[in-house]
């Protein structure tokens, strides 16, 4: 039997390979890091994942489009954007992730954010592939008729890659209701075809699932109560520091106020807001889902018990719980000391992958309980499938029945990561579970369908 060390070494190899034939992926080759550095003990345990081409078949998408997007501005200049769709894993189902449009949106963020989604996705239980796209167009500032020219030049090439047995896109960040609408339209006028569920976060009057748009925050909220219950506590009067305003962030603070804790902080890329009574989510709201505006805003109309900080960093806050949920690699070393300093005793990832490496390790070695983002924010994809469920039944579910749903398939993903991590020697670590976890049930399905 080969030792886990030299399994190690194995996956090590492989891990330069990756960054040789992905080069200038910075994010992708993290990933791919976090992924293999914690598989060596189940490919040591279970001789079928050592079989040559199978973790190698795993890091290469099954297919990658890149496109231009070419459309007008409302002074009628002509502006070109390139869009992307990773299709990276469909052994469990059709592809599923969402679309992210971000000037920092490139092929290798993309990669990234496809490889998580196909572990992450798998921890659900549901039947649902990995994808993701996006493009680097910017929504800040432009007039709905610009984001809707944009959204039906998108849609005008990603429609023929897309389906609801194939791949079905869903939002992320900068794409919310407003883009889904836009989006849906145009692949419905091109096919002549309503084919609900081949867009997920859709309106509710049109195919849209209740609880979609609160799934990922309360789903991550329901985790790290989940990770506080096996340390003995509970979300009840704790502090929570909360980065982002965006979707995920609202409804993190929504359920965390729901569950008796204070989140006293919401930010976005101008700076943060401090409100020591706690964010006040009717006033968030009206800011950001309605006037898309800034935080700052927030702090200007709420009175003496909110600051806003230009820039700085969020995680200066004390408090017992932080939950990132703006973006990528916002959480580093230096902020995990900080939390650490202030008592933290939880960090659950609403983001995709927020906490660098060194982050994660100082977090993890200080005994903070650290929930990763593919297993603490999995509510939003797998609600996102149960809107597929009810989508192919032409029904729709009660509030209640998908927030029941989504509570059990947050318990089971978090059971499922904590015995996994203690299987193979590495108890109270839910990166290790997570990736274990997730790989087992993709790899299985993989060895099952043959070399394809
Ligand atoms: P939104 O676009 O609704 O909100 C994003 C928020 O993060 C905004 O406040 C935005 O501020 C801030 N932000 C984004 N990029 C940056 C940046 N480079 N620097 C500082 N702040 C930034 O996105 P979501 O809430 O949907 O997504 C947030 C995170 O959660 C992402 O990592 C996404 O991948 C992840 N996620 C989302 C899911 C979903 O269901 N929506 C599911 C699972 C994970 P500003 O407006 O100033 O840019």
């Given at each position: 039997?080969?030792?886990?060390?030299e399994?190690q070494?194995t996956l090590?190899?492989?891990?330069?390979?990756i960054?040789?034939?992905?080069?200038?992926?910075?994010?992708?080759?993290q990933?791919?890091?976090?992924?293999?550095e914690?598989?060596?003990?189940?490919?040591?345990?279970?001789?079928?994942?050592?079989e040559?081409?199978?973790i190698?078949?795993?890091v290469?998408?099954e297919?990658?489009?890149?496109?231009?997007?070419?459309?007008q501005?409302?002074?009628?200049?002509v502006?070109?954007?390139?869009g992307?769709r990773?299709?990276f894993n469909?052994?469990?189902?059709?592809?599923?992730?969402?679309l992210?449009?971000?000037?920092?949106?490139n092929?290798?963020?993309?990669?990234?954010?496809?490889?998580?989604q196909?572990?992450?996705?798998?921890?659900?239980?549901l039947g649902?592939?990995g994808?993701?796209?996006?493009s680097?167009?910017?929504?800040?500032?432009?007039s709905?008729?610009?984001?809707?020219?944009?959204?039906?030049s998108f849609?005008?090439e990603?429609y023929?890659h897309?389906?609801?047995?194939?791949?079905?896109?869903a939002?992320?960040?900068?794409?919310?209701?407003?883009?889904i609408?836009?989006?849906?339209?145009q692949?419905?006028r091109?096919?002549n075809?309503?084919?609900?569920?081949?867009l997920?976060g859709?309106?509710?009057?049109?195919?849209?699932s209740?609880?979609r748009?609160?799934?990922?925050g309360y789903?991550?909220?329901?985790?790290a109560?989940a990770?506080?219950?096996?340390?003995?506590?509970d979300?009840?009067?704790?502090?929570?520091v909360?980065?982002?305003?965006?979707?995920?962030?609202i409804?993190?603070?929504?359920?965390?106020?729901?569950?008796?804790?204070?989140?006293?902080t919401?930010?976005?890329s101008?700076?943060?807001?401090?409100?020591?009574?706690g964010?006040?989510?009717?006033l968030?709201?009206?800011?950001?889902?309605?006037e898309?505006?800034?935080v700052?805003?927030?702090a200007?109309?709420?009175?003496?018990?909110a600051?806003?900080?230009p820039g700085?960093?969020?995680?200066?806050?004390?408090?017992?719980l932080a939950l990132?949920?703006?973006?990528q690699?916002?959480?580093?070393?230096n902020?995990a000391?900080t939390l650490?300093?202030?008592?933290?005793?939880?960090?659950s990832e609403g983001a995709?992958?927020?906490?660098t490496?060194?982050?994660v390790h100082?977090?993890?070695?200080?005994?903070?309980?650290f929930g990763?983002?593919?297993?603490a924010?999995?509510?939003g994809?797998?609600v996102s499938a149960?809107?597929?469920?009810?989508?192919?039944?032409?029904?729709?579910?009660?509030?209640a029945?998908?927030e029941?749903?989504l509570?059990d398939?947050m318990?089971?993903?978090?059971?499922?990561c904590?015995?996994?991590?203690?299987?193979?020697d590495?108890?109270g670590?839910?990166?290790?579970?997570?990736?274990i976890?997730?790989?087992?049930?993709?790899?299985?399905?993989?060895l099952?369908q043959?070399?394809i």
């Amino acid at each position: 039997m080969t030792t886990r060390s030299e399994t190690q070494s194995t996956l090590d190899h492989l891990l330069t390979e990756i960054e040789l034939r992905n080069p200038a992926q910075p994010e992708f080759h993290q990933a791919a890091h976090e992924v293999l550095e914690t598989l060596a003990p189940v490919v040591a345990a279970r001789p079928e994942y050592a079989e040559p081409g199978l973790i190698e078949r795993l890091v290469e998408p099954e297919r990658q489009v890149m496109f231009r997007v070419p459309w007008q501005d409302d002074q009628g200049r002509v502006r070109v954007n390139r869009g992307f769709r990773v299709e990276f894993n469909s052994a469990l189902g059709p592809y599923k992730g969402g679309l992210r449009f971000h000037p920092s949106v490139n092929l290798g963020v993309i990669k990234f954010l496809g490889f998580e989604q196909i572990f992450k996705n798998a921890l659900t239980g549901l039947g649902i592939g990995g994808g993701k796209g996006g493009s680097d167009f910017d929504p800040h500032g432009r007039s709905d008729a610009e984001v809707m020219r944009f959204c039906q030049s998108f849609m005008t090439e990603l429609y023929r890659h897309i389906g609801e047995h194939t791949d079905v896109p869903a939002g992320d960040i900068g794409v919310g209701g407003r883009e889904i609408g836009y989006l849906f339209g145009q692949y419905r006028r091109i096919t002549n075809r309503w084919e609900s569920g081949v867009l997920t976060g859709k309106g509710q009057g049109w195919g849209g699932s209740l609880i979609r748009p609160e799934a990922t925050g309360y789903g991550n909220v329901l985790f790290a109560a989940a990770m506080l219950r096996e340390r003995g506590e509970d979300l009840e009067g704790q502090t929570a520091v909360v980065s982002g305003s965006g979707n995920v962030a609202i409804y993190t603070i929504e359920k965390l106020t729901a569950l008796g804790a204070n989140a006293v902080t919401c930010s976005d890329s101008s700076g943060y807001v401090v409100d020591e009574k706690g964010i006040d989510l009717d006033l968030l709201k009206q800011i950001k889902e309605v006037e898309r505006g800034r935080v700052d805003a927030y702090a200007e109309r709420r009175g003496a018990s909110a600051r806003f900080v230009p820039g700085g960093s969020v995680w200066d806050v004390p408090a017992d719980l932080a939950l990132p949920s703006a973006t990528q690699n916002e959480l580093d070393e230096n902020a995990a000391a900080t939390l650490i300093r202030n008592g933290v005793k939880a960090v659950s990832e609403g983001a995709n992958m927020p906490a660098t490496p060194e982050a994660v390790h100082l977090l993890q070695q200080a005994g903070v309980a650290f929930g990763p983002g593919k297993a603490a924010n999995a509510g939003g994809v797998a609600v996102s499938a149960l809107e597929m469920a009810q989508n192919h039944a032409r029904t729709s579910w009660t509030a209640a029945r998908v927030e029941e749903e989504l509570a059990d398939i947050m318990t089971s993903i978090h059971t499922t990561c904590h015995e996994t991590a203690e299987r193979y020697d590495a108890p109270g670590d839910y990166v290790t579970g997570a990736n274990i976890a997730g790989f087992e049930r993709v790899a299985d399905a993989m060895l099952a369908q043959g070399v394809i």
